[in-house]
């Protein structure tokens, strides 16, 4: 995959927004594209290798990415792949909203967004050590 250069600050102080949703990938796109005003588009899926129960997997996570001139980042990962989780520790959440940005602030971002029709919860989380690893195989930190 073709690393992204980009400054270090991308997750900031380490937090991540949560999304729970019983809809596809591309519907909380076009949610999050309309109610942030940004404009999410699918890129190349994230491959991680697993060990779980004693076997190795190669599992595909769709993630959707927006950068604009002002080094505003949103990136949207995807938790699950043929019903396997990427980070356990989060194991109710569908999705993980990654936000760079200066103009806005996460709370004002989860407060918005959490009127969604599409959106069942949103939550302002801790990256773990998955999401953090998923991070710097997308961005040289």
Do not use: C, H
Not at 9 to 29: F, H, T
Not at 34 to 43: C, E, F, N, Q, R
Not at 57 to 62: D, H, P, R
């Amino acid at each position: 995959m073709k690393k992204i250069r980009f400054k270090p600050e991308i997750i900031q102080k380490n937090e991540v927004i949560g999304i729970s949703s019983l809809y596809a990938d591309y519907k909380i796109a076009w949610s999050l594209n309309d109610t942030l005003k940004i404009s999410l588009s699918k890129v190349e899926d994230i491959s991680v290798e697993m060990k779980r129960n004693e076997k190795n997997e190669i599992l595909n996570f769709s993630l959707f990415s927006f950068f604009n001139s002002d080094e505003d980042a949103f990136l949207l990962l995807s938790n699950q792949d043929k019903g396997k989780k990427l980070s356990l520790k989060y194991k109710n959440i569908d999705y993980f909203l990654f936000v760079k940005t200066d103009s806005v602030q996460m709370r004002e971002i989860l407060q918005r967004i959490s009127n969604s029709d599409f959106i069942n919860g949103s939550f302002i989380l801790q990256a773990d050590n998955v999401l953090k690893k998923i991070m710097s195989k997308i961005f040289e930190v």
